[in-house]
């Protein structure tokens, strides 16, 4: 038996107008007779179909849960801020939609934490039916990532996860605009741990994560937490410095020899390589550029424009 406590459900969810009584009732079986007490907090990120309705339903027949729609779309992250920020209990849970983070993790979860710990990650098994090409991505990702960055993640790891209230203050301390969750929480500390779960497919719908999306959120992620590729600029900028000065020197001594020809191919190696290398830093400094614009701005992180009370 669980002490007495208030668990915070916490969902971010766009488009999910199908999936949304089916999380309901899906997170009230797994609780079932547990005589845990929760609220369900669902964030609509500013859905164009019938999302809201169906939340503003569920919660004018169970006063547990809490509807909150967002002024537009702000993306999975800022959604799930913008729930986090309005939970209310001693233990919050976050989890998606769609019903790939089931609901029957919960109580494994919940008991996790109980033994000591402030915040239970989740990773998930190696499922088929999860595309190859999105595999193969995401696992390039995280290895990129971890050589990268100074904070690790764990290949498969999710935004389904619990946390205590201490740990998810520290999480909402944080300031800035670009919140790549899952870096954040390795990067916060305290005492974590973790749990494998099997993804099942989605109740209803498609992945909302196109690969320009998950592109956006992989820059996002890596220019957030490694500076390392504008020192790796700084360095490529010394090979090709180097390599100049090398052939400065060969081209002094072919000319003193007298034995200097039109050189045009040579220049335009030169001119092309050096050109390249160029764009290609400025483009990274651009990114980090285009962060600190964006931080620099300090707008708020989400609208909310309507709650179900
Ligand atoms: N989501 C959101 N805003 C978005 C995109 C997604 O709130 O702009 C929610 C979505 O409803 C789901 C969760 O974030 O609950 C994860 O999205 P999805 O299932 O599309 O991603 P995947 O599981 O394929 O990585
Ligand atoms: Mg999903």
């Known amino acids: 038996m669980h002490p007495a406590f208030m668990l915070s459900i916490v969902v971010p969810a766009y488009l999910e107008e199908n999936s949304i009584r089916h999380l309901y009732e899906s997170i009230l079986g797994s609780l079932n007779r547990s005589g845990i ?23 004018e027949q169970d006063d547990r ?42 109580r494994p979860l919940l008991d996790k934490l109980e033994e000591g710990f402030d915040i239970v990650n989740t990773v998930r098994e190696d499922t088929r039916d999860a595309g190859f090409f999105k595999k193969r991505s995401s696992k390039l990702f995280y290895r990129i990532f971890n050589m990268l960055s100074d904070v690790k993640i764990v290949s498969n ?4 996860r619990i946390m205590t209230r201490d740990a998810l203050e520290a999480f909402l301390s944080f300031q800035e605009q670009n919140r790549f969750t899952r870096g954040l929480i390795s990067w916060m500390g305290f ?15 498609s992945s909302k994560y196109s690969l320009r999306r998950m592109s956006r959120l992989a820059f996002a992620g890596l220019t957030a937490f490694s500076s390392k590729p504008l020192r790796i600029s700084t360095y490529l900028g010394l090979i090709v410095l180097t390599l100049g000065i090398a052939y400065a020197i060969y081209t ?46 300090g707008r708020p992180h989400y609208f909310i424009e309507r709650r179900t009370r």
């Open 157 to 160: 790891s999710s935004d389904f």
């Open 65 to 106: 849960v809490l509807g909150i729609r967002l002024s537009r779309n702000f993306g999975h992250q800022a959604a799930l801020l913008a729930g986090l920020s309005e939970a209310r209990g001693d233990r919050i849970l976050m989890m998606d939609a769609d019903g790939q983070h089931p609901p029957s993790m919960i």
């Open 252 to 297: 002094l001594v072919v000319y003193l020899l007298g034995k200097s020809n039109p050189g045009w191919a040579s220049l335009m190696i030169t001119f092309l390589v050096l050109g390249g290398t160029q764009l290609l830093i400025l483009g990274i400094i651009g990114e980090y550029l285009a962060r600190i614009f964006n931080e620099s701005k």
């Open 191 to 205: 005492k974590q741990a973790s749990l494998p779960y099997r993804a099942p497919e989605r109740f209803s719908g």
């Open 37 to 59: 007490e929760f609220e369900l907090i669902i964030v609509d990120d500013g859905s164009s179909d019938h999302t809201f309705d169906r939340i503003r339903e569920l919660s």
